[in-house]
């Protein structure tokens, strides 16, 4: 009889990184779905590139250090999906590959791997492109016709030209913008998915959501030219950002205060950068900001002694 | 706090079995948190059943007596579910059947008398850490409230709830023996709501218990692990959280558990020192898993040779104790103890592969004591063991083991925990 003494518990839950990243996989797939309906073969393209760069880059990595593969637990498909859903339908191949080896070697794997970067991936790899490219990630084709036409995103009528775009748009997705950015709907369902299976924490996009939307109540009382709480909900990456890329656990504070901090923070970030930046969207930088800060967070909001 | 799997069937809902007549007794001298025991007997010597073969003179300690009537074979090293290897006593038993007088009423004793036949019969909390029920009953402080603890949280075990359903009377009784020492102002007795049947049978003894002066309720606890730590248990119920360095006695509080009480009951109306306790037997390398009233000091194996118990495939873990805070052995030549609640046998060892942290903070949200496992786990594996003590408390750690569980990379949180603990004490 060869009996194991490992220390206790001697029981675990089932739940493994691998599928973690499976459940936010599947909470991907409508906003995946609605790419694809919106933008076509540029979205599946984009995907495709991103998602093929990011394994292999993680895979040279993992060869490199001589440690064993990590491409089995998924993080890294994870980071490529939502790479590609946050790059405009114009995005170049090149400028896909760029983003997703600067993604996955620089702001993953050198900080150690995963679990351990202080920035979301997927977030630096556009940041890149947008001090790269500036001009192609500023260009957006229309839905349906990819190929030919091109226009401004809602929240740049609106910042510079003050032409409101109707709800229903924004929710269903029916706008220029990132390819899994446009529609609210599907990235709804996706959310409450991950908030039902508590993959997700919901006190992170609980407090920023909240935090823009009195914001933009304020702005909108004041000014109704800078856009309702609706628009300003539905509208660029606020739930793209607020569901998928500030409830990543590797870059957000582990404790339950420092969540609401970082929600908070975020919230009122991306909303000044809105209203007083010279971009139409802030959700990107505002996420990478507080991320920096999330090591402080931590710091500071260590739990109370218990009884103490 | 978490909800973790039961498995507690069959088990759960199996009459109780007994068995009284090993063949061979392997008694450790340390059975308990405090003194250990120096023998009283000789090889060679015969011993009635009942009479104490090894005490201490130090404070904390419990009187160890023989079970049966026996022959002193050997004092020897034996092994030990929690100390690995520790000086014991081995017994030979002769069978007789002694039988034990029946006191009619308590009213005639003291607390002191009732404190010293307590003391005598080697009384210990039998919920895990098996402190002398003596000292803690001769609190030097004023107790309100006496919560009794049949709360059994962790997997697997159903030894407290078959004592509830089959002993309340007896239970019962072991209260008021404790009520009438401590004179507190309520008595709460708390059961988890997954033990529909002890809650009923435990309600029906409680109605007709002869307990007078003092208030006895019935309270149902949400089944989540680990209702029934004693921390826990008393801010659930009280509302009060006892900080580290504290005794529940401080904040006028004092748990004990359900097997306790029932030892108590026979201590003083039997004069039965305790030296026979009920044992879950459980897993799923077990043909039938159950409950056996068993003697202190009977080995595991002696039960697989007389095919009380029988494997259906070969265990790859045996685990002394609870699946959550238990510890695994490495055979089946271990006996058993006055704080063994139940030996599990499975037949998947469920180690699985660690991989990297990803901060989800699964094990904070979990954590019952406010700690910050995966912070600490990072400085025990650069082995920075004081750091971690002094930034992140792992003093405070209960080791519940609720944080290795949680953890969806793997990691043996727990672990790291009990090493930090150690090596901070040992210096």
Redesign the interface.
Known sequence: MSLNISSSPHLNNDLTTQKVMMHVLIALAPAIAASMIFFRHKALFLLIICTLTSALCEQAITWLRKKPSTISDLSAAVSGILLALILPPATTWYAAVLASVFSIIIAKQLFGGLGANIFNPALMGRAFLMAAYPKMMTTYSLPYNVDALSGPTPLALNKFSQVVTPNWDLFIGNIPGSIGETSALCLIIGGVYLLILRIADWRVPLSLLVTSSLVAAIGYAFNPGLGSVAFHLLSGGMLLGALFMATDPVTTPITKTGRYIFGIGCGIMIMVLRYRSGLPEGVMYSILFMNCLTPLINRYTRPKRFGI | MAH??EHKEPQAHTASESFLTPSKLFIPLSQHVGAICQPTVKVGDIVEEGSIIASSNVFVSAAIHAPLKAKVVKIDTLRHPILKRAQGIILEPIIETKNYPIRQTIDDLTKEQLIAIIKNSGVVGMGGAAFPTHIKLNSPKPIDTIIINGCECE?YLACDNRLMIENGKEILTGIEIAAKIIQPKKIIFAIENNKPEAIKKINQAINESTIKNVPVELKVMKSVFPQGGE?QLIQAITGI????G?LPLDYGCLVTNVATCFAIHDAVYMDKPLTQRLVTFAGDALVTPKNIWIKIGTTLKELFDKKILEFKC??????SGG?????????LDYPILKATGGF?F?AK????KE????????C??AC?????P??YAKLAKKEEFDAAMNIY?VA?CM?C??C???????I?L??YA?TIKKYCTKK
Request: net charge positive; proline share 11%.
């Open positions: 973790v799997k997997p921390k959280k006892i900080p580290g504290k070969e265990p790859k873990k045996i685990i699946p959550m805070m238990g510890t695994a052995i490495d055979g599990l499975l060892s469920g180690n699985t991989t990297a942290c990803i901060r989800c903070s699964r904070v949200d019952p004591m406010n700690l910050l995966l912070e408390n405070d080791e083991g609720l290795a569980w949680s953890c969806p990379a793997k043996p727990t672990h009990k």
